[in-house]
């Protein structure tokens, strides 16, 4: 199990929380090889807001299923916090995952029948509690919900709210047995550009309060307005912002 040195240099803001180094994901079918990723190499600064940007099927969701523990690299490594994903089981990485990471998907998945406050408590049970006693449960969901201005709606179904709403209720969740970084997949793809900019700028304050949020995106406009960003074209980083990373093709460093 993954523990997180509170005193640790990664938890600085503005020092590497991910570093992810040559990583490079091939999979063989009929005795074809398919690079989905090519020697990717970046880090994400601690508590900032980072963009993964990229056109459909650039290889986005191929590199945060690697970020995750969900999939393993064929080559390469994520260092999260400063330990190496890759040397753990598929036990221990589903346990890590729990407890440090909380993810927010382009379609919610809310539970339907639970109301906003029944799922971030059913988060809370699911990852343990972050280490609060049950009885404190109930205040600390509602504390998620209103930390994303979503603490009026903790008695409504996820029917009864609009979609950016639901997001919050989504935000609030992924909060809830405190990670310290927060993984996101399209979160505002489903939602109209006013909304989705609310939602980003919601989830850009959240690093103000120690979090370092992955913020994945086709849309080159929203990816802009973070703080550090790479940008993936065929599986390689063709642009960088803001952080160390690698232009594959060009095979240069580039630090800004
Ligand atoms: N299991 C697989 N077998 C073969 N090819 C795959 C597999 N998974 C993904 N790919 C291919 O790898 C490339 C990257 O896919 P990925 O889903 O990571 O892209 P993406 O940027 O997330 O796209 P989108 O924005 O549409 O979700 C695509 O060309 C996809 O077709």
Redesign the pocket.
């Known amino acids: 199990m993954l523990n997180l040195d509170k005193d640790a240099d990664y938890q600085l803001p503005g020092s590497p929380f991910l570093q992810v180094e040559h990583l490079t994901r091939v999979?063989t079918?009929r005795a074809q090889k398919?690079t989905?990723l090519n020697d990717i190499t970046f880090t994400v600064p601690t508590q900032s807001l980072f963009t993964i940007n990229?056109?459909?099927?650039?290889?986005?969701?191929?590199?945060l299923n690697m970020l995750t523990g969900i999939d393993r690299p064929t080559e390469g490594s994520v260092i999260f916090a400063g330990q190496e994903l890759k040397a753990q089981s598929e036990n221990a990485l589903a346990r890590w995952r729990g407890r440090n990471v909380g993810i927010i998907f382009q379609f919610f998945q809310l539970i339907p029948t639970l109301t906003a406050i029944e799922n971030v408590l059913l988060a809370l049970e699911l990852g343990g509690g972050g280490n609060l006693p049950r009885q404190a449960w109930r205040e600390r969901a509602q504390i998620c919900l209103s930390i994303v201005d979503a603490g009026s709606f903790a008695q409504r179904l996820p029917a009864e709210l609009s979609g950016g709403q639901q997001q919050r209720v989504a935000i609030a969740r992924a909060l809830a047995n405190d990670p310290p970084v927060l993984i996101t997949d399209?979160p505002t793809g489903n939602l109209d550009s006013r909304t989705a900019h609310a939602i980003f700028t919601t989830l850009a304050n959240l690093t103000t309060q120690g979090k370092t949020v992955i913020y994945v995106t086709?849309d080159p406009q929203l990816a802009s307005l973070a703080q550090a960003r790479i940008d993936?074209l065929d599986?390689q980083i063709v642009n960088t912002h803001g952080t160390k990373a690698t232009i594959t093709s060009r095979q240069e460093e580039v630090h800004s």
Do not use: F, Q, R, V
């Open positions: 999979i079918a398919t989905l990229g056109p459909s099927g650039s290889g986005k969701s191929t590199l399209e086709h993936l599986g």
